[in-house]
C-alpha cells in the first residue's frame, strides 16, 4: 500500500500509511511540522506531502468528501507561515510557498481569513520576532493573492507605522531587510504603490542618501565621551544591502512616473528652498557601480533596479553608453542561475536596451499626430532617445558586448518568459543588417529555430512569441548565404527553417493591424533558400504553395513582387516547374501561367523582372510556348519586355522570345508566326541598335535570324 512518510531525527523514514483517513494525515504532518529540530530535508518532505494533500483536496471536495481543511486551524496556519520566515533557508521557504498557495487555494475565504488575522495580528505584537515573520509572509503572497494582500497592506494605520519603525536608533538588519522585501513585492500593485509613494518617500530617500560619518557624529553629539566602535556604528547605520534594496523600492517608484517639470522659483506660493530628491538617473549611476565593482553581493538588487530604471530613455542612453557596465551585465547573465529573477532581471534590461518602438499604419500616425497638435504642452510628442536611430546604436553596443553567444547558451535552460525576453532582443538585433552575418555565426538561427519549433503552438501566450522568433529568423536568412549558415561539421537541415518561416507567410488573423512585413520578411528569406537546390525547393512548395500562390495576386505590390522572386526561384527546379506550370493540360497549371504572363506586364519593374525569370526558365516547355503564343497578350506582353528600358527586362524579355521562336515543330512556327504578326523583327532591330550589352545584342541577332528564316 502507498503511504506518506516523513523522516525522523535520526534520517530514519516515519511511513504515514494511507489507512488513515486524509484528516488524519493531514494532522499528523502538521505534527511533525510543528516538532522543533527537525533537518531542511524532513521539513521540506512534509511540506511536500502537506502540499499534494492540499492540491488533492480541491479535486476531492468536487466528488463530495470532506475537506480536510475544516482540521486545518490557526495553530496550523501559523506553522506553515512561519516557514516562510526569512532565516529559514531558502528551500524550505521555497516549499512553505508552495503550501501556502495550496492551503489558499483549498480553504478559499476561511484561509483567507485565518491568513488576515494571522498578519494583523503579528503586527500588532509589534515585536521584531513578529515583524520579520509578518513581512515575510505578506511578500511572499502578494504574487499569490494580490487582492487579499493590498487589502491587508493598505489597511489603516499599517504603512504610516513603518517610518518610525525603520527609523529606530537601532537597526535590525532583518526587520528593514523583510520590509524592504514586501515593499518591494507591493509595487507590483498599482494602488499599493500610490501608496509606498505618499507615506514611505522620505524615509526611503534617507536610507538610501545615508552618510556614515553623520552617523558617528550624532553619536558623539550624544554623548561626547562615549568611544566608538564598529559595532556600535553597524547597528545605528542601514546596512549596504539594505541601501540598496531601499533604492530598488525607490526606482520601481519613479520609473512608472512622468518626469516632473522644474519648480518655478518665481512663483511666491512656491517654497524656496525645494526637498531634494534622488532621481531615476540617480538611481541607475548608483546601481550601475554597484553592478561594475561589486557583482559577487551586489547584482539582485543592481539589476533589479535597473530592469525598471530602463525603463526611461536617458537611462537606456546612459547604460548603452558605458561598454564596461555593457560587459559586466554580460557576464552576470552568463552566471545567473537558470531560471532566476537575476537572469530575467537582466535580460529585461538587454530587452529595454534594444525595443523598437511598434510601427504604426499610415492611420495611426495621422491619429498620433492629431493628438500632438491637440496637446498645447507637446507632452505626448515621441521622444527622440527612443527613435530608430537611437535605437539601433544601442542596438550595436549591445551587440558588441558580446550578447549573442551568452544567449545562445542560456537559450538552452531557459524558462518560457526568459526564451520570450531572449527572442525579444534577437528580433531587435536582427533589425540591422549588418548584424545579421554575425548573428547567424553566433548562432542565433539554430536558436530560433529551436524556440519556434519547442514553444508549444497551442498555448495562446506563445502566438506572438512565435511568430517572433520566426521574423527574427526570416531578417538573418535574407543577409546571409543559406550554404554557410547551414552548413558545417554540425550543420543544422535546411528544412528545419521552411516551417517557421512559413508560419508567418500570410498575415496575423488576430491582430488589430495588418502588418505586412513579417510576409514580405519571409517570402525573401524564402527565396534566399529556394536558390540553394532542388531539395528546399521542393520542400517549399510541398509546406507552402497554396499560400505562395495566394500571394501572387495581393493587393500589395511589395508583396506580389516578393512572391514572384520566390516563384522564379522554385521553377528553376525541373520537377516543380513541370508540375506546378508546364502541365497544361492541367486547368489550375493554365491559370497559374495565366498569372505569371500577366505580371510580366506589371506597373512595378521588380514585378516583371521576376515574373520574366521565371518565364525564361518555363518556356523551355514546349507546353509553356504554345500556351503563351496561343494566349491573346502573350506575344506582346514577351515584346513589351524587349522594349523596356532597363536593361535586366530587356534581357530577360529576349531571352524568353528566343526560348519561344527556336521551339521546333508546329509550335515553333506558331510563336514565330504570332511574333512576326506583332513586329517582332522591327523589335529586335531596335534591341540591336540601342543595347550596349553585348550578351543581349547576341540573344537578339539570333531572334532576328529565327524570325527571318535564316536558321
Same mark, same amino acid.
Given at each position: 500500500?502507498?503511504?506518506?512518510?516523513?523522516?525522523?531525527?535520526?534520517?530514519?523514514?516515519?511511513?504515514?500509511?494511507?489507512?488513515?483517513?486524509?484528516?488524519?494525515?493531514?494532522?499528523?504532518?502538521?505534527?511533525?511540522?510543528?516538532?522543533?529540530?527537525?533537518?531542511?530535508?524532513?521539513?521540506?518532505?512534509?511540506?511536500?506531502?502537506?502540499?499534494?494533500?492540499?492540491?488533492?483536496?480541491?479535486?476531492?471536495?468536487?466528488?463530495?468528501?470532506?475537506?480536510?481543511?475544516?482540521?486545518?486551524?490557526?495553530?496550523?496556519?501559523?506553522?506553515?507561515?512561519?516557514?516562510?520566515?526569512?532565516?529559514?533557508?531558502?528551500?524550505?521557504?521555497?516549499?512553505?510557498?508552495?503550501?501556502?498557495?495550496?492551503?489558499?487555494?483549498?480553504?478559499?475565504?476561511?484561509?483567507?481569513?485565518?491568513?488576515?488575522?494571522?498578519?494583523?495580528?503579528? &503586527?500588532?505584537?509589534?515585536? @521584531?520576532?513578529?515583524?520579520?515573520?509578518?513581512?515575510?509572509?505578506?511578500?511572499?503572497?502578494?504574487?499569490?493573492?494580490?487582492?487579499?494582500?493590498?487589502?491587508?497592506?493598505?489597511?489603516?494605520?499599517?504603512?504610516?507605522?513603518?517610518?518610525?519603525?525603520?527609523?529606530?536608533?537601532?537597526?535590525?538588519?532583518?526587520?528593514?531587510?523583510?520590509?524592504?522585501?514586501?515593499?518591494?513585492?507591493?509595487?507590483?500593485?498599482?494602488?499599493?504603490?500610490?501608496?509606498?509613494?505618499?507615506?514611505?518617500?522620505?524615509?526611503?530617500?534617507?536610507?538610501?542618501?545615508?552618510?556614515?560619518?553623520?552617523?558617528?557624529?550624532?553619536?558623539?553629539?550624544?554623548?561626547?565621551?562615549?568611544?566608538?566602535?564598529?559595532?556600535?556604528?553597524?547597528?545605528?547605520?542601514?546596512?549596504?544591502?539594505?541601501?540598496?534594496?531601499?533604492?530598488?523600492?525607490?526606482?520601481?517608484?519613479?520609473?512608472?512616473?512622468?518626469?516632473?517639470?522644474?519648480?518655478?522659483?518665481?512663483?511666491?506660493?512656491?517654497?524656496?528652498?525645494?526637498?531634494?530628491?534622488?532621481?531615476?538617473?540617480?538611481?541607475?549611476?548608483?546601481?550601475?557601480?554597484?553592478?561594475?565593482?561589486?557583482?559577487?553581493?551586489?547584482?539582485?538588487?543592481?539589476?533589479?533596479?535597473?530592469?525598471?530604471?530602463?525603463?526611461?530613455?536617458?537611462?537606456?542612453?546612459?547604460?548603452?553608453?558605458?561598454?564596461?557596465?555593457?560587459?559586466?551585465?554580460?557576464?552576470?547573465?552568463?552566471?545567473?542561475?537558470?531560471?532566476?529573477?537575476?537572469?530575467?532581471?537582466?535580460?529585461?534590461?538587454?530587452?529595454?536596451?534594444?525595443? @523598437?518602438?511598434?510601427?504604426?499604419?499610415?492611420?495611426?500616425?495621422?491619429?498620433?499626430?492629431?493628438?500632438?497638435?491637440?496637446?498645447?504642452?507637446?507632452?505626448?510628442?515621441?521622444?527622440?532617445?527612443?527613435?530608430?536611430?537611437?535605437?539601433?546604436?544601442?542596438?550595436?553596443?549591445?551587440?558588441?558586448?558580446? &550578447?549573442?553567444?551568452?544567449?545562445?547558451?542560456?537559450?538552452?535552460?531557459?524558462?518560457?518568459?526568459?526564451?520570450?525576453?531572449?527572442?525579444?532582443?534577437?528580433?531587435?538585433?536582427?533589425?540591422?543588417?549588418?548584424?545579421?552575418?554575425?548573428?547567424?555565426?553566433?548562432?542565433?538561427?539554430?536558436?530560433?529555430?529551436?524556440?519556434?519549433?519547442?514553444?508549444?503552438?497551442?498555448?495562446?501566450?506563445?502566438?506572438?512569441?512565435?511568430?517572433?522568433?520566426?521574423?527574427?529568423?526570416?531578417?538573418?536568412?535574407?543577409?546571409?548565404?543559406?550554404?554557410?549558415?547551414?552548413?558545417?561539421?554540425?550543420?543544422?537541415?535546411?528544412?528545419?527553417?521552411?516551417?517557421?518561416? &512559413?508560419?508567418?507567410?500570410?498575415?496575423?488573423?488576430?491582430?488589430?493591424?495588418?502588418?505586412?512585413?513579417?510576409?514580405?520578411?519571409?517570402?525573401?528569406?524564402?527565396?534566399?533558400?529556394?536558390?540553394?537546390?532542388?531539395?528546399?525547393?521542393?520542400?517549399?512548395?510541398?509546406?507552402?504553395?497554396?499560400?505562395?500562390?495566394?500571394?501572387?495576386?495581393?493587393?500589395?505590390?511589395?508583396?506580389?513582387?516578393?512572391?514572384?522572386?520566390?516563384?522564379?526561384?522554385?521553377?528553376?527546379?525541373?520537377?516543380?516547374?513541370?508540375?506546378?506550370?508546364?502541365?497544361?493540360?492541367?486547368?489550375?497549371?493554365?491559370?497559374?501561367?495565366?498569372?505569371?504572363?500577366?505580371?510580366?506586364?506589371?506597373?512595378?519593374?521588380?514585378?516583371?523582372?521576376?515574373?520574366?525569370?521565371?518565364?525564361?526558365?518555363?518556356?523551355?516547355?514546349?507546353?509553356?510556348?504554345?500556351?503563351?503564343?496561343?494566349?491573346?497578350?502573350?506575344?506582346?506582353?514577351?515584346?513589351?519586355?524587349?522594349?523596356?528600358?532597363?536593361?535586366?527586362?530587356?534581357?530577360?524579355?529576349?531571352?524568353?522570345?528566343?526560348?519561344?521562336?527556336?521551339?521546333?515543330?508546329?509550335?515553333?512556327?506558331?510563336?514565330?508566326?504570332?511574333?512576326?504578326?506583332?513586329?517582332?523583327?522591327?523589335?529586335?532591330?531596335?534591341?540591336?541598335?540601342?543595347?550596349?550589352?553585348?550578351?543581349?545584342?547576341?540573344?537578339? &541577332?539570333?531572334?532576328?535570324?529565327?524570325?527571318?528564316?535564316?536558321?
Amino acid at each position: 500500500m502507498a503511504s506518506v512518510s516523513t523522516m525522523g531525527p535520526h534520517g530514519q523514514t516515519n511511513p504515514i500509511h494511507n489507512d488513515l483517513g486524509r484528516e488524519d494525515q493531514t494532522l499528523l504532518l502538521f505534527a511533525h511540522l510543528m516538532e522543533g529540530g527537525k533537518e531542511d530535508e524532513e521539513t521540506v518532505e512534509s511540506l511536500g506531502k502537506l502540499t499534494k494533500l492540499l492540491n488533492d483536496d480541491v479535486e476531492a471536495t468536487k466528488k463530495g468528501e470532506k475537506s480536510i481543511t475544516t482540521v486545518i486551524d490557526s495553530d496550523c496556519v501559523d506553522t506553515i507561515l512561519c516557514y516562510l520566515d526569512m532565516r529559514q533557508s531558502d528551500i524550505v521557504r521555497g516549499h512553505a510557498a508552495l503550501c501556502t498557495s495550496a492551503y489558499l487555494k483549498a480553504a478559499s475565504d476561511d484561509g483567507s481569513k485565518k491568513l488576515s488575522a494571522f498578519f494583523l495580528d503579528r &503586527v500588532q505584537r509589534g515585536t @521584531y520576532d513578529d515583524y520579520i515573520v509578518a513581512f515575510c509572509v505578506a511578500a511572499t503572497i502578494f504574487p499569490i493573492v494580490p487582492d487579499l494582500t493590498s487589502e491587508l497592506f493598505l489597511s489603516e494605520g499599517f504603512l504610516p507605522s513603518l517610518g518610525p519603525l525603520m527609523r529606530r536608533k537601532w537597526k535590525s538588519r532583518k526587520v528593514e531587510t523583510a520590509c524592504l522585501e514586501m515593499l518591494n513585492a507591493a509595487c507590483m500593485h498599482s494602488h499599493c504603490r500610490e501608496a509606498v509613494q505618499k507615506y514611505c518617500t522620505d524615509w526611503l530617500e534617507e536610507i538610501v542618501d545615508q552618510d556614515t560619518e553623520q552617523v558617528i557624529e550624532s553619536m558623539y553629539a550624544t554623548d561626547p565621551d562615549m568611544t566608538v566602535q564598529e559595532g556600535s556604528v553597524s547597528m545605528r547605520r542601514h546596512s549596504i544591502h539594505v541601501q540598496n534594496l531601499a533604492a530598488v523600492v525607490l526606482t520601481k517608484l519613479r520609473a512608472v512616473q512622468p518626469d516632473q517639470a522644474p519648480p518655478n522659483l518665481s512663483d511666491p506660493s512656491q517654497p524656496r528652498i525645494q526637498p531634494a530628491t534622488t532621481s531615476v538617473e540617480d538611481l541607475s549611476k548608483k546601481f550601475t557601480q554597484m553592478l561594475i565593482k561589486d557583482p559577487e553581493h551586489s547584482s539582485q538588487a543592481s539589476v533589479e533596479g535597473l530592469a525598471y530604471a530602463s525603463i526611461r530613455s536617458k537611462v537606456k542612453e546612459e547604460l548603452a553608453g558605458d561598454p564596461e557596465f555593457l560587459k559586466s551585465l554580460v557576464k552576470t547573465l552568463e552566471s545567473a542561475p537558470p531560471r532566476s529573477p537575476l537572469m530575467y532581471g537582466a535580460l529585461s534590461i538587454f530587452v529595454n536596451l534594444t525595443q @523598437y518602438r511598434p510601427a504604426l499604419t499610415e492611420e495611426q500616425k495621422r491619429i498620433s499626430q492629431l493628438k500632438a497638435y491637440a496637446d498645447a504642452a507637446g507632452k505626448l510628442q515621441p521622444d527622440p532617445l527612443n527613435d530608430n536611430e537611437h535605437v539601433s546604436a544601442r542596438c550595436k553596443r549591445v551587440f558588441e558586448a558580446g &550578447v549573442t553567444p551568452v544567449l545562445v547558451t542560456i537559450s538552452k535552460t531557459s524558462s518560457v518568459a526568459s526564451l520570450t525576453l531572449i527572442i525579444s532582443v534577437l528580433n531587435s538585433l536582427s533589425m540591422t543588417p549588418s548584424m545579421r552575418g554575425p548573428l547567424a555565426q553566433q548562432g542565433a538561427v539554430r536558436l530560433l529555430i529551436g524556440a519556434w519549433t519547442n514553444l508549444p503552438e497551442n498555448d495562446p501566450k506563445n502566438m506572438t512569441v512565435r511568430r517572433t522568433a520566426a521574423q527574427a529568423l526570416a531578417r538573418v536568412l535574407i543577409s546571409t548565404n543559406p550554404m554557410l549558415v547551414f552548413g558545417g561539421s554540425r550543420a543544422t537541415p535546411m528544412s528545419t527553417a521552411i516551417r517557421p518561416l &512559413v508560419h508567418i507567410l500570410l498575415p496575423d488573423q488576430t491582430a488589430d493591424t495588418r502588418d505586412l512585413l513579417p510576409t514580405f520578411e519571409s517570402l525573401m528569406a524564402l527565396t534566399n533558400l529556394a536558390a540553394v537546390d532542388d531539395d528546399t525547393r521542393r520542400t517549399i512548395v510541398r509546406v507552402a504553395w497554396k499560400d505562395i500562390e495566394e500571394l501572387l495576386l495581393y493587393n500589395n505590390p511589395r508583396i506580389t513582387t516578393a512572391a514572384v522572386e520566390l516563384v522564379c526561384n522554385i521553377v528553376q527546379s525541373p520537377e516543380e516547374a513541370e508540375s506546378l506550370f508546364a502541365d497544361t493540360s492541367k486547368p489550375q497549371a493554365q491559370t497559374r501561367l495565366k498569372i505569371l504572363v500577366a505580371l510580366a506586364d506589371a506597373e512595378d519593374a521588380a514585378t516583371r523582372s521576376a515574373a520574366g525569370g521565371a518565364l525564361a526558365a518555363l518556356t523551355g516547355y514546349e507546353s509553356v510556348v504554345k500556351a503563351i503564343a496561343e494566349r491573346e497578350r502573350g506575344p506582346e506582353i514577351i515584346l513589351g519586355l524587349c522594349e523596356d528600358d532597363n536593361e535586366d527586362l530587356r534581357h530577360r524579355g529576349v531571352f524568353v522570345l528566343l526560348n519561344m521562336v527556336a521551339c521546333e515543330g508546329q509550335t515553333g512556327k506558331l510563336a514565330r508566326e504570332k511574333f512576326m504578326s506583332k513586329g517582332g523583327v522591327e523589335i529586335m532591330r531596335g534591341v540591336v541598335t540601342r543595347t550596349k550589352r553585348r550578351e543581349i545584342v547576341e540573344l537578339a &541577332v539570333q531572334c532576328l535570324k529565327l524570325l527571318l528564316g535564316k536558321e
